[in-house]
C-alpha cells in the first residue's frame, strides 16, 4: 500500500472504476444491439455500486484506502 | 476481426490495468498472490467443471470462444482475478475498509459477495446471448434465457471463498515467493469448496422444486 507521500495519480487511482464502466457500456451496448438489454439485470445492480463509489470519492475528506 | 475475439482481447488488456493498479497501490507481493492466485484458479477450476461429466455443470461453446487452454477459454485465467479485483476494490472504498489491514474486512468481504451477484447480472445477461456456456442440467430456478439462478450464489461464493483464503495466506509468516506459492496451491482447496458451496444452493432449490 502506498504512502501519502508515494500516492498515485488520479488515473491510477481510478482503474477499476474505468474498468468497470469499459465492460458495463460493452456488456449492455452489445446487448442492445441483440435486443437482448435488461434494464434491471444490466445496468442497476452494477450501477448502484459505480454510483455508491462516486459518491464516497467524492464525498471523502481524506480519500484513504485503496487506489 | 471478430466481435467476440476482440472482447477477449479488451478483457486482458483490461486486467493488466488491474494488475497495474494493484502493484501501485497494494504491493507486489498482494498482486502476485492475487492474479497468480486468481490465473490458477481459473485455468484448473474451468477444466475441471468442463471436463468432469460427474459434476454435471456446463461446458464452454467452442463456437464462440477463440483462445482456449484445454477445455477452459484463456479468458477464465483472468476472468475470476478481475472480478474479484473489482468487487474488493469497490467495496473497500464504499465501507472505508481494507482487507489486507484488517480494517471492517468482515464487511468489505460481505459487500464484495454483494458486487459478485450484481456482476453476475451483468455478465449472465450477456453470456446468455451468444451463449458462452452450454449447461449440462436443467434447473429448476432460471433467469436470462435458460441460465441458473445459481449464478448469482456461485459468484458470491467465489469472493467469499477466494478472499477469505487470501486473506489467511497473506497473514502467513512466510517469505513473499512461499506465500505466493501457497495461495496458488490452495485452488485445490478452493475448488472443492466453491463446488459445495454450489451443490448446496442446487440441493435447496431442487428441494423447493
Keep these: ?67 | 476481426m471478430d466481435t467476440f475475439l476482440a472482447l477477449e482481447l479488451i478483457a486482458l488488456a483490461l486486467t493488466g490495468l488491474l494488475i497495474w493498479h494493484s502493484a501501485r497501490t497494494r504491493g507486489v507481493t498482494f498482486t502476485w498472490m492475487f492474479f497468480l492466485g486468481g490465473a490458477f484458479l481459473g485455468l484448473v477450476r474451468e477444466n475441471v467443471v468442463a471436463q468432469v461429466a460427474a459434476l454435471n455443470l456446463y461446458s464452454y461453446n467452442p463456437a464462440t470462444f477463440h483462445l482456449w487452454i484445454g477445455a477452459a477459454p484463456l479468458i477464465l485465467m483472468v476472468f475470476w482475478s478481475y472480478t474479484i479485483y473489482l468487487a474488493l476494490t469497490f467495496s473497500e472504498v464504499i465501507v472505508g475498509g481494507n482487507l489486507i489491514g484488517g480494517k471492517r474486512k468482515v464487511r468489505v468481504i460481505l459487500l464484495a459477495m454483494v458486487f459478485m451477484a450484481s456482476y453476475a447480472c451483468l455478465n449472465e445477461a450477456f453470456a446468455s446471448i451468444y451463449p458462452l456456456v452450454l449447461w449440462k442440467f436443467k434447473p429448476t430456478l432460471t433467469i436470462w434465457g435458460g441460465t441458473p439462478a445459481m449464478v448469482l450464489w456461485g459468484y458470491a461464493g467465489m469472493a467469499l471463498i477466494f478472499l477469505t483464503t487470501l486473506l489467511l495466506v497473506y497473514k502467513l509468516r512466510i517469505r513473499t515467493i512461499y506465500r505466493v506459492m501457497v495461495f496458488c496451491a490452495s485452488v485445490v482447496v478452493m475448488i472443492p469448496l466453491h463446488l459445495l458451496w454450489i451443490a448446496i444452493f442446487r440441493l435447496a432449490t431442487s428441494a423447493i422444486g
Design chain 1, 1 to 67: 500500500m502506498n504512502s501519502g507521500n508515494n500516492r498515485p495519480n488520479f488515473f491510477i487511482r481510478e482503474i477499476p472504476l474505468i474498468v468497470l464502466l469499459v465492460f458495463w457500456v460493452i456488456y449492455a451496448g452489445i446487448e442492445i444491439i441483440r435486443d437482448r438489454f435488461d434494464l434491471l439485470t444490466s445496468v442497476i445492480p452494477t450501477g448502484l455500486f459505480i454510483i455508491a463509489y462516486i459518491v464516497v470519492r467524492l464525498t471523502s475528506k481524506e480519500q484513504k484506502g485503496q487506489g
